[in-house]
């Protein structure tokens, strides 16, 4: 019951970063409240991956760490997984 909520917690998470990578094209004046909810959601898993890709790839103009979170939760989601089995 407890693994499989936090499966369902990752996944949520999941999409609210992929949410957030859509909502980023759109201009800032539309569905402000709706971005800022889902930044504040997103942001603390985004900035450290965004530090990262700023100290390997100074002024690169594509942000990666969209793509190196969903990475790392997918592989969470593996080990919470492994675990459960044993």
């Known amino acids: 019951m407890f693994i499989t909520l936090l499966i369902y917690l990752i996944r949520v998470l999941e999409w609210a ?3 957030d990578c859509v909502l980023s094209f ?6 402000y ?3 800022r909810i889902v930044g ?4 603390p898993f985004l900035e450290p991956f965004r530090r990262l890709q700023e100290r390997f790839m100074p002024n690169f103009m ?3 760490s969209p793509f190196f979170v969903l990475i790392f939760f997918n592989i969470i989601e593996r080990v919470i997984i492994t675990l459960a089995l044993r």
């Open 26 to 31: 759109l201009p800032m004046d539309s569905l």
């Open 17 to 19: 970063v992929i949410i």
């Open 33 to 35: 409240d709706f971005k």
């Open 62 to 64: 594509i942000d990666f």
């Open 40 to 43: 504040t959601i997103t942001s």
